[in-house]
């Protein structure tokens, strides 16, 4: 699933496209001409299909937009205050959105969107200026209600004066073994939490070589591993990895501490919202997530990323739930065992990936058992059975 990967936009997206729906050609921008004097409202952007679809309007000053109508006479209307906007100004619609237009009243621009189908707001929220962006950009996130719309992987055409291609495909099986990076945390000169006799290092490694020998067993896997000795890894170099493989999963095994040696279980945590807000800022200073076909226009490539980036995030959020399950039959797990946390490991935005805590170090019982090569055997096949489980699913899912 490569929504970002240099050689062209949609060339190695495998999953994303099938999941939300949305390519490049189908993305319509309408821009505003310039008058003699500038409208506040500067262009209206749409992307997305008949699941989801994005409203996004650029704006030369801050706004506190109000929803007018909700999409019950089949249209959605939000007032824009103190906003300027031309005249007749109008446009084709794509995914939810059949067509707009932008109409003034008493000092407000509206911007009344006809729905394609049944569909609600999901949220509204401003954008200010920053990172590279001058604008700010209101944004509209719509969504198909419960039961509306064709289903998904149906070839939909959008609507605009342009015919244009389908926006909703199923993407292509991988051939071959699917990928799985497998990080063993910390390394070198970062020994990681500390037992009584054993450094998180160690325990990290050893269980990345178990997991491996796990998958690599059945034949259905190319296993590729962030270190296989004591070396030191930067956490962006394990992330460059993972997104270099063409990665289908990526696990980081680690060992916790807490501030008891009471404390045992293991815990699952994949990426907050704050980290997804995160990655935004990352792709600002550091192009490595992007290659340069998207950097010519900040907001499209802000509308892939967010549904990148939903997308990955559900898939993780399923796979940790599966891997708790499976794993909670060989060892004590934390009563909130799946966890969100900003974490730098898990920021590749379209690769699915989770950071499992495999017991706390400093707690005697964690700590015999992550020591001991047949129970951490144990729970590392536990490990291979969810991901067994979680490709199964995928799989299903794609064949519907």
Do not use: C
Not at 27 to 45: C, H, N
């Amino acid at each position: 699933m490569r929504a970002f990967r240099a050689g062209g936009l949609l060339a190695g997206w495998k999953g994303v496209v099938a999941l939300v729906g949305l390519t490049l050609s189908g993305f319509g921008v309408a821009a505003v001409a310039q008058g003699a004097t500038a409208p506040a409202l500067l262009k209206v952007r749409l992307g997305g299909d008949l699941l989801e679809t994005r409203v996004v309007v650029d704006l030369d000053r801050s706004v506190v937009g109000k929803l007018v109508s909700d999409g019950v006479d089949g249209r959605i209307v939000v007032s824009l205050p103190r906003i300027d906007a031309p005249a007749d100004l109008k446009g084709g619609g794509q995914g939810l959105v059949r067509r707009w237009h932008v109409d003034r009243a008493g000092g407000s621009a509206r911007l009344n969107l006809e729905l394609s189908g049944d569909a609600e707001v999901r949220r509204r929220f401003l954008l200010p200026p920053g990172d590279g962006v001058k604008s700010y950009r209101y944004v509209i996130d719509l969504k198909a209600r419960p039961g509306a719309g064709p289903a998904p992987g149906l070839t939909t055409v959008s609507t605009t004066s342009r015919p244009r291609a389908a926006v909703i495909t199923r993407a292509p099986e991988r051939k071959g073994p699917r990928v799985v990076v497998i990080d063993a945390g910390h390394g070198g000169r970062d020994p990681g939490a500390i037992g009584s006799r054993t450094h998180e290092k160690d325990i990290t490694l050893a269980a990345a070589m178990a997991l491996k020998a796990r998958l690599e067993k059945s034949g259905r896997y190319r296993v590729v591993l962030t270190r296989t000795g004591d070396d030191y890894v930067p956490l962006d170099g394990r992330v460059k990895i993972a997104r270099a493989a063409d990665a289908d999963l990526f696990i980081s095994l680690h060992a916790d501490s807490g501030p008891s040696a009471d404390i045992r279980g293991a815990s699952v945590y994949t990426l907050s919202e704050k980290g997804e807000r995160r990655v935004a800022s990352v792709l600002g200073k550091d192009d490595w997530l992007m290659p340069a076909s998207l950097g010519a226009d900040r907001a499209v490539s802000d509308i892939l990323l967010d549904l990148t980036q939903r997308a990955t995030r559900n898939r993780s959020a399923i796979f940790a739930e599966m891997l708790l399950k499976h794993i909670g039959d060989e060892t004590e797990l934390l009563r909130r065992s799946h966890r969100d946390a900003n974490l730098a490991i898990l920021l590749a935005p379209d690769v699915p990936a989770v950071l499992l805590e495999m017991g706390f170090i400093n707690n005697p019982e964690d700590e015999r058992a992550l020591s001991d090569p047949r129970r951490r055997a144990r729970m590392m096949d536990a490990v291979g059975d969810a991901i067994d489980a979680w490709f199964a699913r995928d799989a299903k899912v794609a064949s519907r």
